[in-house]
């Protein structure tokens, strides 16, 4: 009961921490005042531009949610990978932009995704694209947090704080929306910038009527790291408070137990603050990661094995390479290159 008030605390305030930047006034935009008496959704895309795939998120997400009935609102926060900023790509040095939206400025960038949202039945409330990389405070040690990658002596512990941090002001966003229209949101999930999607997400008015669905987040149960996949998360609103303020609470001295990795560190949290999980089958979140490679006028995709659970790709119409495989076949070339080209320095 404890936690679940600390839950519902921290679902009605935003993070003193995180001044909004980039995100209008939501009586500004004009459709923030579409969403009548029925239910409202909030969508968040958090991410690196070079990475993002747009189109299967706004069909099998975005569109899903208008056709069961609810005000979408998108909310979409992007930064350059040349910052150095964004989560770790170390694996996707082979990935390709998406040629729609590759030479695009911010603001036909801008335009772009707000057609897109726009096409899909929704509104674009936020598309916050900072200029350059905001430089994170002096993180706290947190002995015992994030044991794989400390995020105030690691990369990619300064990474992860960065998507949080971006998450949240995404969050703070939202609030005042709330406020704007004197009610609160029904359903909320982020979901990744290089996401594919391959149908439809289950219905969320079906979800929403499990009990304690505000106290809950919904998850796949599928090649986990540790505890709680955070791939794609689903979340009522007094969850979301747990869930979209992991930066400032992070700040604030983290949890009570020792965690291993990001995962580790969300199931943690959902547990502190007395929240419910679900965890869902593949077809409930029917999402892989997935990356552009090739030729740039002949591009391929290919998805992630590690967060591939749905069987057989081809079930699917997706390539039957996964981005791994293709991973080890080039550096097995560039290492064969670079022999030959040893070789014949040497004769």
């Known amino acids: 009961l404890l936690g679940l008030w600390r839950a519902s605390a921290l679902s009605a305030r935003g993070s003193a921490l995180l001044p909004l930047t980039g995100c209008p006034r939501p009586e500004s935009v004009p459709c923030a005042g579409g969403a009548g008496g ?12 070079e990475r993002l795939l747009l189109n299967t998120t706004m069909q099998h997400v975005v569109r899903r949610l208008v056709d069961d009935g609810f005000h979408v ?8 990978n040349a910052s150095g900023a964004g989560e770790s790509i170390s ?3 082979l990935g390709r932009t998406d040629p729609a939206i590759e030479a695009l400025s911010d603001r036909e960038l ?13 509104c674009l409330m936020c598309m916050d694209l900072p200029p350059r990389p905001e430089p994170l405070p002096e993180l706290p040690e947190n002995p015992g947090q994030l044991q794989q990658y400390p995020p ?24 005042r929306a709330e406020e ?26 079906e979800m929403l009527k499990a009990p304690y669905s505000a106290e809950t987040i919904w998850v796949r149960d599928c090649n986990r790291y540790a505890q709680l996949d955070d791939h794609v998360v689903m979340f009522g609103r007094i969850a979301a408070g747990t869930m979209l303020t992991l930066y400032s609470g992070f700040l604030q001295g983290g949890l009570e137990e020792d965690t291993v990795n990001c995962e580790d560190y969300l199931a943690q949290a959902v547990a502190q603050a007395g929240l419910f999980y679900n965890e869902t089958m593949f077809e409930v979140q029917p999402e892989v990661d997935s990356m552009l490679y090739g030729d740039p006028k002949n591009l391929s995709l290919c998805i992630y094995e590690t967060y591939w659970c749905g069987g057989s790709p081809a079930r699917w119409g997706l390539p039957a390479e996964f981005c791994e495989a293709v991973q080890r076949r080039e550096e097995a070339r560039s290492t064969l290159a670079s022999l030959r080209g040893t070789r014949g ?3």
């Open 91 to 93: 694996s996707r040095s």
């Open 152 to 175: 105030n002596s690691t990369v990619d512990g300064k990474r992860l704080m960065n998507l949080w941090m971006r998450r949240e002001r995404m969050w703070n966003a939202t609030l």
């Open 38 to 49: 029925g239910r409202t959704a909030a969508v968040y895309i958090v991410g690196i531009k």
């Open 345 to 347: 320095k040497v004769d």
């Open 110 to 122: 801008q335009r772009h995704i707000g057609r897109a949202v726009e096409s899909a039945g929704a």
């Open 180 to 205: 704007m229209r004197q009610r609160r949101y029904d359903f909320l999930m982020w979901s990744p910038d290089s996401a594919l999607w391959v149908a439809d997400m289950a219905r969320p008015s």
């Open 73 to 80: 609102d998108v909310y979409v926060s992007l930064i350059l």
